[in-house]
């Protein structure tokens, strides 16, 4: 079975800092990765995905993630937050063998101050 | 493109009765539709996964008698909850997906519906 692991429960960063957010995630099969951002009482909307190719992928919002297949990563970052970053971010894994079934991370909540 | 929504957003109902929320794929055809449910601060804990025309494939521990899915379109699921008790109130979210390759299609999130039961 795969799982996910989201290191931070919680990231506080000053608005037009950096942040990273951390994923890493365990499987024995090919994997389909995705990152998703969930805005307060609302549902989830896609950052990005990582299926195949290139392992640097750019999403909206001046998100990018960069797939390590050795390290079993797939770290999001962000060069400059803004205040409407602060929100709730969930990184997922869809087995390639096992449908469109996605494992999500507990959550990465990042606060943004100015 | 690929918009899903949820009715109501917000439903408040007496312990005891039952509560049907739907979920729309407004401008695609959703062959498989999945219902999550969210506790506070918390992730998403897959509660089922419904094809349309068949029947829900439900995780362990989700009682099926207790959450009614039905997927009786390409464009419409719908989550009963039926005699719902306070233990029930969360926020329950839909996503859906496009047919064609199933390997690599992506999950589109609905809004969410926050159920309170008194």
């Known amino acids: 079975a795969q799982s996910v692991t989201q290191l931070d429960s919680q990231v506080p960063v000053f608005e037009e800092a950096p942040v990273e957010l951390r994923c890493n995630y365990s499987?024995?099969?090919?994997?389909?990765l995705f990152w998703y951002v969930q805005y307060p009482n609302q549902g989830l909307q896609l950052l990005l995905k990582?299926?195949?190719?290139?392992?640097l992928v750019k999403g909206i919002n001046g998100f990018e993630a960069e797939f390590n297949k050795s390290q079993t990563s797939f770290h999001l970052r962000k060069p400059s937050v803004h205040i409407s970053d602060t929100a709730e971010y969930f990184c997922?894994?869809?087995?390639?063998?096992?449908?469109?079934?996605?494992?999500f991370g507990g959550g990465t909540r990042v606060l943004v101050k100015p | 493109g690929a918009v899903v929504s949820q009715h109501p957003s917000r439903v408040i109902c007496k312990s005891g009765t039952s509560v049907k929320i739907e979920c729309r794929s407004l401008?695609?055809?959703?062959?498989?539709m999945f219902w999550y449910r969210q506790f506070p601060k918390q992730s998403l804990m897959l509660m089922a996964t419904?094809?349309?025309?068949?029947?829900?494939?439900?995780e362990q521990g989700v009682e099926k008698d207790k959450f009614l899915i039905n997927h009786a379109s390409l464009t419409l699921s719908t989550l009963t909850v039926t005699s719902a008790h306070p233990e029930d109130s969360s926020f329950y979210i839909c996503?859906?997906?496009?047919?064609?390759?199933?390997?690599?299609?992506?999950?589109?999130f609905g809004p969410g519906t926050r159920l309170t039961v008194l």
């Open positions: 419904s094809n349309e025309g068949s029947k829900a494939t439900y």
């Open positions: 990582y299926l195949s190719g290139s392992t």
């Open positions: 996503s859906a997906t496009t047919s064609g390759d199933g390997l690599t299609d992506t999950q589109y």
């Open positions: 997922a894994v869809n087995l390639k063998a096992a449908g469109n079934k996605l494992t």
């Open positions: 401008d695609f055809q959703a062959t498989t």
């Open positions: 499987s024995s099969v090919s994997v389909y």
